[in-house]
């Protein structure tokens, strides 16, 4: 008998809905690899008891049958989302003791499906970082191993808790967000499957903010047919966020035929880029080959402006965060500095932000105000959101000439170390989003997929870009990318 | 572009965060390496571009100007660190 906490979605939905397991088997399954993973530390707020509530109350639907798909699966929620009477810190101590009063529309949409939430996953602090080493619970850590090395190897970040609990089999799916890849590099290290989807697709309501103009929700899961299944779930119209889009939600497990005869991919030459691996090269290629093998056209197509998608995403995203995160006042909720006699309420900000921000959350948050402040508005600000509008125009004219989706590598290099990256400078951290950080500001879909391992044995990933809106269409190129990869490798359990 | 420290701290003020002094000079080291990497969006141009907006055009919904979800004091007040009859309570704003 197959352990259940390692079944897909797909397989558990299947078996759900046949009555040959319950929800409350398939969440103790979890909860009991939960318990045996601390060393992992991808679950920082564990909810046994919501979680066996929910299980039972699933198994209750699924006996009166027309359950959907999710009804009964348990999930893992990234500690971005504000989850009705759980803490929900964003990874900070700014928000200690933070306990939301109400849920964010993308988990309320699953638990209306009749998902199961285990607890909340770490993740780098307010989603800043790209290796979830700057979270305020510690490293979470990265089940892969280098072979015959023990060294602990980051799971990424920002979603690195999600990546290490899908990865390791802690649960059947996770909640990511992704601003500049923090869906798509984790599920890269890691293994895993993941979509960052159209921006406007799912609601940002409750989750706490980065940078409003980039952050989207999405999947991170076992494969691309678990990623459909919970995308569909997790995608609707809100009213509560003014970007979110009132389109129809396409079923997007229907759209994954496997067929992508006569579809046409573009290999962009501006992301052959000097130092990349020559491992990740290779897997590009065969990427292609496995595409061009199913039947599709590969063509080589230029997105000119990609060299300064970084540069523009390290002016946007910091200018979007210091004004988003000004809410962090010690005033109406979280962490308030211990005063000293005399001060005011200036000291009471100053203080309550130094002790409650980590320094790559402060470092990012005075970018972002010097880049607004007088006199350098236009120099950075306005000009930065130019350039943001050329790289989405490179990716316009691409599609119109008939390009049906993108392939690319999703990271730069496999996992690297739990503090390898200590000495680096901030940009060279940055650079780890060099792949993925184009499609946040360009607002389209992109999904990473496993493709091979490296021959340390570590997981790399491919990713796909898509026409904006139409997350089916990508997914089934996902879907054959993934079949002719075949990669089925797991962790060996060391944990 | 150079920043110092004394930039460095004027900036610190302007985001409310406490930096101290000797912490200043690494401050802005980490400033001009990041402003460095961010020059390089001098080199495009963006003559007569519109900067971007959304990724589809579309018009904000509106929606109608009435209460949803009002008269919710006790929820709104139970994560303050310091709230007292009914209000945020704060240190002394006003001599």
């Known amino acids: 008998m197959t352990e259940l906490n390692t079944l897909t979605i797909a397989e558990a939905r299947d078996a759900l809905k046949k009555g040959e397991v319950t929800s409350a088997a398939l969440t103790e399954a979890c909860l009991g690899a939960i318990e045996g993973a601390g060393a992992l530390n991808a679950f920082v707020h564990k909810t046994p008891e919501i979680a066996m509530q929910q299980a039972e109350a699933a198994d209750a639907r699924l006996k009166g049958g027309e359950a959907p798909a999710l009804c009964g699966i348990p999930l893992g929620i990234k500690d971005l989302f504000c989850t009705k009477g759980v803490a929900s810190q964003a990874a900070s101590n700014i928000l200690g003791g933070f306990k939301p009063e109400y849920e964010s529309t993308v988990t309320g949409n699953l638990f209306a499906d009749g998902a199961v939430m285990l607890g909340k996953l770490n993740m780098d602090e307010f989603a800043m970082g790209s290796s979830n080493e700057t979270s305020a619970y510690g490293n979470a850590v990265n089940p892969w191993r280098r072979e015959g090395d023990e060294t602990p190897l980051t799971p990424g970040g920002s979603s690195g808790g999600s990546a290490s609990a899908v990865a390791a089999d802690l649960c059947l799916g996770a909640t990511g967000t992704d601003t500049g890849g923090s869906i798509r590099q984790p599920c890269a290290f890691t293994g895993t499957v993941g979509i960052k989807p159209t921006y406007g697709r799912c609601s940002r309501w409750g989750i706490v903010a980065f940078a409003s103009s980039l952050d989207q929700a999405g999947p991170m899961t076992k494969t691309v047919r678990d990623s459909a299944i919970m995308l569909q779930s997790m995608c609707s119209h809100d009213p509560k966020d003014s970007t979110s889009v009132d389109f129809p939600v396409p079923d997007f497990e229907a759209a994954l035929t496997g067929d992508i005869r006569g579809k046409t991919i573009g290999i962009p030459r501006e992301y052959h880029m000097e130092g990349i691996p020559a491992e990740i090269e290779q897997l590009w290629t065969r990427g292609k080959e496995m595409l061009a093998d199913a039947g599709a056209k590969v063509v080589d197509i230029s997105l000119p402006h990609t060299k300064y998608a970084l540069p523009a995403y390290y002016v946007i995203a910091p200018a979007e965060a210091s004004s988003n995160l000004a809410r962090y006042d010690g005033v109406r909720y979280g962490h308030r500095a211990t005063l000293a006699a005399g001060d005011g309420i200036t000291e009471m900000y100053e203080k309550t932000r130094a002790e409650g921000f980590g320094s790559e959350v402060q470092r990012r948050i005075m970018v972002g105000t010097y880049v607004l402040s007088a006199g350098f508005y236009d120099a950075y600000y306005n000009r930065a959101r130019k350039v943001r509008a050329l790289i989405k125009r490179d990716f316009d004219e691409v599609f119109a000439s008939g390009v049906d989706a993108i392939l690319t590598p999703a990271t730069p290099s496999a996992a690297f170390g739990l503090g390898e990256m200590k000495s680096a400078d901030p940009v060279q951290m940055y650079l780890n989003d060099v792949f993925t950080v184009t499609v946040n500001l360009a607002g389209l879909p992109g999904v990473s997929v496993p493709a091979g391992v490296d021959k340390q044995g570590l997981p790399l990933g491919l990713q796909l870009i898509g026409r904006p809106w139409e997350e089916g269409d990508l997914l089934n190129t996902a879907y054959a990318l993934e079949q002719a990869a075949g990669f089925v490798s797991k962790p060996a359990k060391w944990w | ?95």
């Open chain 2, 1 to 95: 572009m150079s920043i110092d420290t004394e930039t460095a701290a004027k900036v610190a003020k302007l985001a409310r965060i406490k930096v101290e002094d000797d912490a200043l000079p690494a401050l802005a080291e980490e400033f001009n390496t990041i402003l460095g990497f961010i020059e390089q969006l001098n080199e495009v141009d963006v003559e007569g571009v519109e900067p971007m907006t959304s990724v589809t055009p579309m018009r904000l919904k509106r929606r109608e100007d009435v209460v949803t979800e009002g008269d919710q004091q006790d929820k709104i007040l139970a994560n303050a660190p310091d709230a007292r009859e009914g209000f945020f309570a704060v240190p002394k704003v006003v001599e």
